[in-house]
């Protein structure tokens, strides 16, 4: 081959190489891949509510009212004194119960919603759950609409009406319970059995609201404030001494669960269990913890 030609050759090679389209791939670096102390990457700063102190707060009642621990609220107001707290000061913090008290309805999710009262629940409940001397006023109560797993594993809806600071802690607590199928007979307000609280627990129902007093006592009870629910009443009684309540709850005095099918033990509550632990981390009281009485139907939360 001459000269000539050769240098032709190694021409025409060098032009259809330089006219290729492809391209060497890009080395594309997504969020993951990049350095975890880029300066792109900014944690969410968090949304602050303001709350104003009354007259008997403390650092460890207010964590308890939101759900928050005592460490975070200091944290939050490093420049306040947590003992030298005075009514009207503002404390910041966060916590979805502060951010939705004064919201007319909430939507959790579906099926799990809160509401003030209306018109017509106000009239259903008066001269039953709410009757003279109740110590809250009606602006203070949430009509809460929950979905639940019933005894035949189908879906129903239920109502129970709380305090507005557990509102918040209802709709998590029964959605979370929801998912789990775990089993609750009924959940309906204690007008439908006359406000009787006897007659609603031999029905098992889970109720909340409702003005009385402690068992065997003059003093009024957590349930009067909407600050206590009772869970599958009937599986979990009231025990003091030889006084069993519901009356037809005496086969459930004694707390073995091996004693009892599948379906009654799991709604037979106990430390550590899935019901327990939803109210624990949400600052509750269980009465099944009391020395005496027992009564394991009962959680309360105490806000003040």
């Not at 119960?97 to 009262?117: A, D, P, R, W």
Request: charged residues 25%; aromatic residues 10%.
């Amino acid at each position: 081959m001459s000269v000539r030609r050769l240098l032709l050759s190694v021409v025409l090679v060098l032009l259809m190489l330089s006219g290729c389209k492809e391209k060497a791939p890009e080395i594309v670096i997504t969020n993951n891949e990049k350095s975890k102390e880029s300066p792109l990457i900014k944690e969410k700063e968090p949304h602050f509510d303001a709350y104003e102190v009354v007259a008997g707060d403390t650092f460890s009642k207010i964590a308890r009212k939101f759900n928050v621990t005592e460490e975070k609220l200091k944290e939050w107001n490093q420049e306040v004194v947590p003992e030298a707290l005075v009514a009207g000061q503002s404390l910041q913090l966060v916590s979805p119960i502060l951010q939705y008290l004064g919201k007319e309805e909430v939507v959790f999710q579906e099926g799990f919603t809160y509401q003030v009262l209306s018109d017509e629940m106000i009239q259903k409940i008066s001269g039953y759950s709410y009757r003279e001397g109740t110590p809250v006023d009606y602006t203070e109560l949430r009509l809460v609409n929950v979905l639940y797993i019933d005894l035949k594993g189908k879906n129903q809806t239920g109502e129970l009406i709380v305090n507005q600071y557990l509102a918040q802690d209802m709709v998590e607590i029964f959605s979370h319970l929801f998912e789990e199928k775990y089993p609750i007979e009924e959940i309906s307000l204690v007008e439908k059995y006359q406000a009787d609280d006897e007659l609603s627990m031999s029905h098992n129902n889970t109720s909340a609201f409702c003005h009385r007093p402690i068992e065997g006592s003059a003093e009024v009870s957590y349930h009067s404030y909407g600050l206590a629910i009772d869970i599958n009443p009937l599986i979990n009684p009231y025990v003091r001494e030889e006084l069993v309540l519901p009356a037809n709850a005496s086969s459930y005095r004694e707390r073995d669960k091996s004693q009892f099918d599948k379906e009654i033990a799991q709604m037979m509550i106990a430390p550590g269990d899935l019901i327990y632990q939803l109210f624990m981390d949400r600052g509750y009281e269980w009465g099944g913890d009391w020395t005496t009485p027992k009564d394991y139907q009962h959680f309360e939360k105490h806000i003040n």
